[in-house]
C-alpha cells in the first residue's frame, strides 16, 4: 500500500471526500520552505510545486469518470502558516476539479469528528491517516466496519454542510 490515496481514488466510482484538521504538516517540506520564505502561487500555475502536475492529472482523471471530489479544512483561526500556505495553493485543487470548503475549528466544536484526517471513498471504505505531533505521516490504515463509516460520513457531511467555498473563504 504505498500510494493508498491513489488507490482509492483509482477505485472511486461516485464519491471520494477527505477531511483535513489539523493546522500543519509535514514541517520539513521544501516547498513549504519556499514558500515561508516568500515564493508564491498568485493563482498561478506555472508557480505550483514540480509534484504538482501528477495530482492534477489525477484529480482530472478521476473527476472526469464522474467522481464527485470534496475537500474539507477544519482550521484555528488566526491560521497557522501552514494553513496560509494551502490556501495559496488551493486555487490549483479547484482548477483541478475537486471541491474544496474551509470551516473555522470554532465552528465544528460540536460536531463529533474522528480522531484524524481520512479519505472516505464511495461513502463505503475510511482510509485513516496517523500524523506525529510534528505532522508527519506515521501509519495509515482501512477501515470498513460501518459504524465507522458512518460516523466519518456524518461527520465530514456536518462539515460540508457548515464550511465556506474556498471562492469565499478569507483568511484571518
Known sequence: MKYPVREGLAGAQRSAVHL???????????????WRAGHR???????LPDWWGSWADLV??????????????VVS??????????????FANVAAGELVRWLPRRRAADI?????????????????????????VVDREWRTEPDVVE??????????ERATPHEDYKLV
Request: charge should be negative.
Open 20 to 34: 483535513e484538521m489539523r493546522d500543519g504538516y509535514t514541517p520539513h517540506d521544501p516547498e513549504f520552505a519556499r
Open 41 to 47: 502561487c498568485d493563482n498561478d500555475p506555472a508557480k
Open 60 to 73: 482530472a482523471e478521476t473527476t472526469g469518470r464522474g467522481v464527485v471530489m470534496r475537500r474539507a479544512r
Open 77 to 90: 483561526e488566526p491560521v497557522t502558516d501552514y494553513i496560509r500556505y494551502e490556501h495559496d495553493l488551493t
Open 112 to 136: 463529533a469528528l474522528p480522531g484524524t484526517d481520512l479519505w472516505m471513498f464511495d461513502g463505503s471504505a475510511v482510509l485513516f491517516t496517523y500524523f506525529s505531533g510534528d505532522g508527519d
Open 151 to 160: 460516523l466519518v460520513r456524518s461527520a465530514f457531511e456536518a462539515v460540508w
